[in-house]
Nanobody, 125 residues
Framework: QVQLVESGGGLVQAGGSLRLSCAAS????????MGWFRQAPGKEREFVAA??????????YYADSVKGRFTISRDNAKSTVYLQMNSLKPEDTAVYYC????????????????WGQGTQVTVSS
């Protein structure tokens, strides 16, 4: 069992940056594929980024809409996954969720077993 707690959301102007954190407890975060998803009002939850488990090579993956602007990383010593978000746009406004699953990453939210409570990101124009 893994417990996930996100933090770092907030209000930022377009073009600004935020760093989200996802602190994991219960099992080493290095053992899991970890993903970030987001959900805007009235929309489905969508894939943002993921990082594979260390034993899978720790590769990173991004949605086309955030590629080049967002970076996912993991600090195994702190059992924390980060999402660095730069050049934020109003369309990035959403609740951001951290998720974990065994084996390799997946872009489908339904494939993830563990979820945090979410953190709100609001980007003003």
């Amino acid at each position: 069992q893994v417990q996930l707690v996100e933090s770092g959301g907030g209000l930022v102007q377009a073009g600004g940056s935020l760093r989200l954190s996802c602190a994991a407890s219960g099992r080493p975060v290095s053992s899991y594929a970890m993903g970030w998803f987001r959900q805007a009002p009235g929309k489905e939850r969508e894939f943002v980024a993921a990082i594979d488990a260390d034993w899978r090579g720790g590769s990173t993956y991004y949605a086309d809409s955030v590629k080049g602007r967002f970076t996912i990383s993991r600090d195994n010593a702190k059992s924390t996954v980060y999402l660095q978000m730069n050049s934020l746009k109003p369309e990035d406004t959403a609740v951001y969720y951290c998720a974990g699953r065994m084996f390799t990453y997946n872009r489908a939210a339904s494939a993830y077993d563990y979820w945090g409570q979410g953190t709100q990101v609001t980007v003003s124009s």
